[in-house]
């Protein structure tokens, strides 16, 4: 009896080990957090405005505060970045953005998508920046059309406390369209829903992930409703299989992704109020607005393989709000508690600073009033700055009229003194002016396409000393310094090297006959412009 007691109990115990859960599925079941600190569209902005608004030096106070409070409640951090490191600020401009790099390094950013403003210089100044940040700046669905083969580093893998996390990155199939094609010609922008899917795939089964980020550089719109623009992040999580990825980390739209409700923007949205992210097919979806005016912060759950949002904050670094008062003027007060700038990273950047300051330094024009170059309206409707730009570039070659796309022209100009700094905050691209010798129908024929480009898109045409009607999508009347159109005449037309290539979607000129590219730059005509021409009178280009 007591044998048979003994191999019962022996039988017992042998039946429970066998029901118990493997071992990994024992490690899985713990309850695991993460902490993603996010920002995007840096656009040169290492410096703090002249408010003492954002800057990289205070953004390392927070993000060095944040990671300490995650590090010590027991969460994993990860720091990334949706892209467009270049191109915003001359100080950064004339140096490559290397102080924004190396300050990034500094801060401790775990990678980054490319966008599409990382290919506003040859890539070699790319390769360069590679080589300044101590992070990987990712793209999985830009191949090199040679070979085939991955032109950058597609993902990376992270271990963090235990927590196995991959980050993919992807990058606008409109850099094709508006990055400048002499620096992207060897390059394929693939779409990326079928890379990420096969990828995806991939990471799964050789690595196992707990986690899948996508750090994204493709822009955010409502319902995926992206017009003209390439698909981006809602679009990618509602196409494929649902939880393929956990969360987006995006940029290229450059707005704080706010939602009041299910496909609904909040357009109520303030600097300090609370923000509910994006979520479409399983996945979250995030984005920091741009400059590094804020830090998102999105705290999650990992528990039996299922990963919650506990919170998520969009933390504004030194911005400004203007606060009604009692006397019922406004006042500019602080969105949140003064965050003071890293004295050691602050010290590092200044050096950038003063160098930069030097080259832009001293006036060259003045105008009376506000020139208009702000992104929510050169992209919608004619203005007053654009039209000058034009005039400056017609006046360089002798044009009877002249184009740009209203994505190249990247500020305003306030009332006053003018300097250098504001010419190249406008012109930062160094495109060099050109021009086209039209005939009659030829003319035509290319005002037929540029002339049809919609509202709300880089490609929108601002033009002078032209004037045109559309009916029914079709060009019916054209004039050119309030004269009829003429097919029997010689028109010579003004555009910038990046249009005259193909930016933007314009047709290509550069290979045609009648077409000049010159040595003057945008930003020297500009120049020019105001030093030959000031006082300039803004009413004088005002679109009619």
């Known amino acids: 009896m007591r044998i048979l007691f003994l191999i019962f109990i022996l039988l017992s115990i042998s039946a429970c080990s066998n029901n118990q859960p493997p071992a990994d599925t024992l490690s899985n079941n713990r309850v695991q957090y993460l902490t993603v600190l996010h920002t995007n569209d840096n656009h040169g902005r290492f410096w703090h405005n002249e408010k003492g608004e954002y800057g990289m030096a205070a953004r390392k106070t927070l993000i060095d505060q944040l990671r300490s409070e995650a590090t010590a409640q027991g969460h994993a951090v990860l720091l990334l970045s949706g892209g467009d490191i270049n191109t915003g600020i001359p100080e950064s401009d004339l140096q490559f953005a290397e102080p924004?790099?190396?300050?990034m390094s500094l801060i401790g950013y775990d990678a980054m998508a490319l966008g599409n403003h990382e290919f506003d210089n040859p890539l070699t100044v790319l390769?360069?920046?590679q080589k300044w940040a101590n992070f990987p700046l990712l793209s999985a669905n830009i191949f090199d059309k040679k070979t085939g083969e991955n032109a950058f580093k597609e993902y990376k893998i992270f271990d963090k406390q235990g927590l196995k996390i991959a980050v993919i990155g992807l990058t606008t199939t409109d850099t094709a369209k508006i990055g400048n094609p002499q620096y992207i010609g060897g390059l394929e922008f693939k779409e990326p829903i079928a890379v990420t899917n096969a990828l995806v795939t991939k990471i799964k089964k050789q690595y196992q992930p707990d986690i899948v980020i996508a750090v994204t550089h493709m822009g955010h719109y409502v319902d995926a409703s992206f017009g003209i623009n390439a698909p981006g992040d809602v679009t990618l999580a509602r196409s494929l299989p649902k939880n393929t990825l956990d969360m987006i980390i995006g940029g290229h739209s450059q707005e704080p992704i706010c939602m009041a409700g299910n496909n609904k923007n909040d357009d109520d949205f303030k600097p300090g109020k609370a923000c509910k992210p994006d979520q479409q097919?399983?996945?979250?979806?995030?984005?920091a607005h741009e400059w590094g005016?804020?830090?998102?912060?999105?705290?999650?759950?990992?528990?039996?393989?299922e990963l919650t949002l506990l919170d998520y904050t969009l933390l504004p670094v030194n911005l400004y709000i203007d606060t009604p008062q009692a006397d019922g003027t406004t006042k500019p007060v602080l969105a949140n508690d003064y965050?003071?700038?890293?004295?050691?990273?602050?010290?590092f950047l200044a050096e950038y600073q003063a160098k930069g300051a030097k080259q832009i330094e001293g006036e060259i024009g003045f105008v009376d009033t506000k020139l208009e170059g702000d992104r929510n309206k050169v992209r919608y409707q004619q203005t007053n700055l654009a039209r000058v730009i034009i005039q400056a570039q017609m006046d360089s070659?002798?044009?009877?009229?002249g184009i740009i796309s209203g994505g190249g022209v990247r500020d305003s100009i306030a009332a006053g003194e003018v300097s250098y700094k504001d010419i190249l905050k406008v012109h930062p691209f160094k495109n060099r002016i050109t021009y086209m010798d039209w005939q009659g129908q030829e003319l035509w024929d290319y005002l037929e396409v540029v002339t049809s480009f919609p509202p709300d898109a880089g490609a929108y045409l601002q033009y002078h000393k032209l004037s045109f009607e559309r009916d029914d999508n079709k060009l019916i009347s054209v004039s050119i310094n309030n004269e009829p159109f003429n097919m029997n005449r010689t028109y010579r037309m003004s555009i910038n090297s990046y249009n005259a290539s193909g930016g933007d979607g314009y047709p290509a000129l550069i290979k045609r006959q009648g077409y000049v590219s010159t040595e003057d730059t945008d930003a020297q005509a500009l120049k020019r412009f105001f030093e030959e021409n000031s006082p300039v009178k803004a009413a004088e280009f005002a679109p009619k």
């Open 100 to 103: 924004d790099f190396k300050g």
């Open 127 to 129: 390769n360069k920046q």
């Open 397 to 401: 070659v002798g044009a009877d009229f």
């Open 293 to 305: 005016k804020y830090v998102g912060k999105a705290e999650f759950k990992l528990e039996n393989g």
């Open 339 to 347: 965050i003071a700038p890293n004295p050691e990273l602050k010290a």
């Open 281 to 287: 097919n399983g996945t979250w979806i995030m984005q």
